[in-house]
């Protein structure tokens, strides 16, 4: 693993703070959730993906709607379309 260059102390309340460059760089925005796991010793965080409400697959494609309520990936969306379009086709 590499080397960032930065160090954040602990608050006494056990958090840190990620520095604004790495932020924005993996664009982190306020109150993404951050998964956090351990391999070992080590500490990673990564920003959490939220499964497709339809196929539960897990994509950088992934696309949130009705204020991050309704996670689709672009399989999802496609067959969401269809099963509408079927819909106001029967009616």
């Given at each position: 693993?590499?080397?960032?260059?930065?160090?954040?102390?602990v608050?006494?309340?056990?958090?840190?703070?990620?520095?604004?460059?790495?932020?924005?760089?993996?664009?982190?925005?306020?109150?993404?959730?951050?998964?956090?796991?351990?391999?070992?010793?080590?500490?990673?965080?990564?920003?959490?993906?939220?499964?497709?409400?339809?196929?539960?697959?897990?994509?950088?494609?992934?696309?949130?709607?009705?204020?991050?309520?309704?996670?689709?990936?672009?399989?999802?969306?496609?067959?969401?379309?269809?099963?509408?379009?079927?819909i106001?086709?029967?009616?």
């Amino acid at each position: 693993m590499r080397s960032t260059g930065f160090v954040r102390k602990v608050d006494e309340l056990g958090r840190i703070a990620i520095p604004m460059e790495l932020r924005r760089k993996l664009r982190i925005e306020d109150k993404d959730p951050i998964e956090i796991n351990v391999v070992n010793d080590q500490v990673i965080l990564h920003k959490h993906r939220m499964p497709c409400a339809v196929t539960g697959e897990i994509t950088s494609k992934n696309k949130a709607y009705a204020n991050g309520n309704l996670v689709l990936s672009p399989k999802g969306e496609k067959i969401l379309l269809q099963l509408l379009e079927k819909i106001q086709a029967d009616r």
